[in-house]
């Protein structure tokens, strides 16, 4: 049996599922890369703390040197996470022909391209599956199971915890604050959830899955993004009346020669089949111009899934050319140069929620301030019971139509005297485009 | 850009969807695989015959020879199906240091290990995603992306017009002959629709996504397999009562060391992602001990979904080693030997339908039976009315228990007087072990 030395950057969540995968399926992985791995060092930050495996204490290092100078090292997994060191270990490491696995989702979308040139230059493996929802085989997927297709479009449930949220709204009738609390509580949100709920962390999936589909660059701070903090319980009621549910959908489609790229709450039909994407899980659905309607489902997160996605990487490299350094990349994300969309540019349908006061009229004028923005009404429901101070709340859904326009409709509705609250704003995506 | 030739055997549904796809995605192809890529021959069996697509004339042949003797061709597509010739074709190809792409499950579940063996002794590449699910990328998910991964068990609904079939007696109420018929006319069954309603395509499936799942051989001839021919409406509706639906898996999962391969109809909880899966989509449910649940959904089948894979296979090749022969094939199919059960030893749950003469001590004739063979019930329905000859019908929902158990209590059962027929047993599956 040849053998393999690997050193792992981080011992946090995941690098804790990539050693005891490599502990527990050692034969398996074994058998199927035909190699014999051992991890001969991993980068901690503190050697004092306790750790949920156990790893023998001479192997864990917080020396970087330990890892970049031992020529035996042939891998390097990088699982700690953030901006540098990370992006400078790689680099080093690469300039001393260390194939590079990573989970660093963050770090590819905003500061990849550097990342994939070194290991273009120096003829290294640079595997990333773990950075795009976890276990699920989306990256490999698409680069190359898909390789066959056009890719038309995709809608991914990319985040974990805002699903998690969202199903635990819909389906327990929970607000968003107890929602997130629960999530908290299972391990699911962070202390701090910003990056979840404000949808950055599907941002910067969506930027890495839209130009490995589209074959282009894409700079992040060309996605749009919404988060979900907006959302409530009543919202989640009303779609429920008209067979929807409430989704984070990071969405990429062609639009008129260029790229649409959204994250933003969408409400969908019920019967899709991301609308069945419950708790913490995530899924990605595919159209591609052969393949047709294609979906992967699994979990995004967590330390073993996460773990399989790495693991998953680390046995590629050890199939191919661990011993040189001679892989030619594909540089997937430079095939094409694609224009990303303006938000303003986009179309939509869309769901208005609005409380104003009761008073005759008040339907009428709403209606007129939208026609005169070419906003035409695909259903109005306006609710029975009046607050104890006059309001009612008017709900309406709209046909496609484009954001310019709803958003100058909503400016001058804001302004209608009898208007309290625009209430919420939330896109309808019916996939027939 | 460099070019390279190929050759299809076979220009019937799949053949076409090659062709097309290798035409108007030839930029793409390009791109991602670094070829040009040129069909050389196409082998039919009729020359004359009028064909979908605009093929130059010249490269249509009626002999095999055009194909194997051309040095120059790399690759061969083999999709004509059937054993003969294709199994010798491919052999012979393969001899002359040809890469295979093949879609040809019946031949690969009856008699692949030569194909494979082949491969492995000339360091050809054989590749077939094609032969399972059609366009989505399940071979490879499970022998390239799961690698980390102990395969516990999985759960496949892997032929489109059972599941067509299935769809619509539940959600139209159709009976089945109706419902096979509207999938004849939707051209999703053949007219001899036997391979698809008695289970055997989804035996070849099953036989060959266990074989890699579990690194074993697998004779398909040990696979317990059951069409869903004895499905009736009513029992859709009783399924319905219980918040399940009636599916037709191919499943796979480990039993006291043993695997345990079972093609049949199967309630499931309707909950459940695969109850979700419409229409003549497939899709297979996958618990890998790191990874978790993990689904693929998508087309099973069809021109340009089946083209997809077999497309993808042969990019694949294209970007490892079409020059050199020299492709090492880890031997998913040999790494373990695993003995697989028979099935009167597998523990399920139970649902019985029989009809009964109404009279009184019937049902306590018949849970005295069932006790005596430790079938134990966790509800029973008895409906109200009674038809013109007197007779009700009982349904029962049995716990977990053993299929020889359940075989004699049947085999008794129906030699009670009151008891007319034994209308349909069909198993239970709700995920939990
Ligand atoms: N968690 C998930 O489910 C998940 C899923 C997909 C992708 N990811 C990505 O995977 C990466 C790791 O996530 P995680 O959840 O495992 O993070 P984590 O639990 O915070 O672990 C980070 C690890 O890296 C070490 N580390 C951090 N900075 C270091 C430095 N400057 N020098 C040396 N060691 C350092 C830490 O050392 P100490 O232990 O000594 O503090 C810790 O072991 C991130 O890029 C994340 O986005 C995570
Ligand atoms: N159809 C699907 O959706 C699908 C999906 C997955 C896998 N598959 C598999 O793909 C394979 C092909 O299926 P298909 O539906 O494309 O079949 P098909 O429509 O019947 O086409 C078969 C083709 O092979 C040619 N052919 C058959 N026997 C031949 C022989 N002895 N010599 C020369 N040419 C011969 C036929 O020639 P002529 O045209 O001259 O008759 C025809 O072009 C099968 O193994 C099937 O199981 C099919």
Request: charged share 25%; proline share 2%; net charge negative.
């Amino acid at each position: 049996m040849k053998k393999v030395k690997i050193a792992l950057m981080g011992l946090g969540n995941v690098g804790t599922g990539v050693w005891m995968i490599l502990d527990s399926n050692k034969k398996e992985i074994m058998k199927r890369s035909g190699y014999d791995v051992e991890v001969a060092k991993i980068l901690v930050r503190n050697k004092d703390k306790k750790r949920d495996v156990e790893v023998p204490e001479e192997i864990i290092t917080t020396d970087f040197n330990d890892i970049l100078e031992d020529d035996s090292i042939k891998i390097v997994i990088e699982v700690m996470g953030g901006i540098e060191p990370a992006k400078e270990y790689m680099l080093k490491c690469m300039d001393r022909n260390k194939h590079i696995v990573t989970a660093n989702k963050m770090l590819i979308a905003t500061e990849g391209d550097e990342l994939f040139e070194k290991a273009h230059d120096k003829g290294v493996v640079f595997n990333y599956e773990a950075s795009v929802a976890g276990g699920i085989p989306i990256i490999k997927g698409i680069e190359e199971s898909l390789t066959a297709n056009k890719i038309e479009e995709f809608y991914g449930i990319v985040n974990g915890t805002t699903n998690y949220i969202l199903s635990k709204m819909q389906l327990e009738r929970l607000n968003f604050d107890v929602a997130l609390k629960q999530a908290q509580d299972m391990g699911y949100a962070e202390a701090d959830p910003t990056s979840d709920i404000e949808g950055f962390d599907a941002q910067y999936k969506l930027a890495i899955l839209s130009s490995l589909a589209f074959g282009t660059k894409v700079d992040v701070n060309n996605v749009y993004r919404e988060g979900i903090t907006k959302i409530e319980s009543i919202d989640m009621k009303y779609a429920k009346k008209f067979d929807m549910v409430i989704k984070l959908l990071a969405i990429a489609k062609e639009s008129n020669g260029k790229l649409e790229l959204k994250v933003q709450p969408t409400m969908i039909p019920k019967e899709h089949p991301l609308a069945n994407v419950y708790d913490s899980f995530n899924a990605i659905f595919i159209k591609g111009n052969a393949v047709g309607d294609l979906m992967f489902y699994g979990r995004g997160a967590g330390s073993l899934p996460t773990g399989s996605a790495v693991v998953g990487d680390i046995v590629a490299i050890l199939r191919s050319n661990v011993d040189v350094a001679n892989y030619s990349h594909i540089a997937q994300n430079d095939l094409w140069h694609r224009e990303i969309q303006n938000i303003s540019e986009s179309h939509s349908k869309f769901y208005i929620r609005i409380t104003v006061i009761d008073q005759p009229g008040v339907l009428g004028e709403i209606t007129t301030i939208l026609g005169k923005y070419n906003v035409s009404l695909r259903s109005v429901i306006q609710k029975g019971e009046e607050n104890s101070k006059g309001q009612v709340t008017i709900v309406l859904f709209t046909h496609k139509t484009s954001e310019a326009d709803v958003s100058s409709a909503i400016e001058e509705l804001m302004n209608l005297k009898p208007v309290i609250t625009i209430d919420n704003v939330i896109r309808i995506e019916d996939f027939k485009n």
